[in-house]
Nanobody, 115 residues
Framework: QVQVAESGGGLVQHGGSLRLSCAYS????????MAWYRQAPGKQRELVAV???????NYAESVKGRFTISRDVAREMVYLQMNNLKPEDTAIYYC?????????WGLGTQVTVSS
């Protein structure tokens, strides 16, 4: 059974950096598109970044140039490097795996950016 688990969240100052990690367990990692979503208090969950099975990436406009998503196929890990963090990046960040109609979510990791 596929599971994904996030780690790496925390409290950081405005302008700081964090790297989130997503550990994938199960089979067929290479077939899954992987993504990071976030949900701020009182707001809907939104897509932050996505990386396909061939390494194509896409980002929300609000994080372009600051965040980088990557995947390590050998380790079955996905990362989100977040630089120049802003208070509006404060949210719970979720890892998502998707293959066709099958998707899995982690429990999330809290990122808090102080002003």
């Amino acid at each position: 059974q596929v599971q994904v688990a996030e780690s790496g969240g925390g409290l950081v100052q405005h302008g700081g950096s964090l790297r989130l990690s997503c550990a994938y367990s199960g089979s067929a990692f290479v077939y899954y598109t992987m993504a990071w979503y976030r949900q701020a208090p009182g707001k809907q969950r939104e897509l932050v970044a996505v990386i396909t099975t061939i390494g194509t990436t896409n980002y929300a406009e609000s994080v372009k140039g600051r965040f980088t998503i990557s995947r390590d196929v050998a380790r079955e890990m996905v990362y989100l490097q977040m630089n120049n963090l802003k208070p509006e990046d404060t949210a719970i960040y979720y890892c998502n795996s998707q293959w066709g109609n099958t998707e899995h979510w982690g429990l999330g990791t809290q990122v808090t950016v102080s002003s």
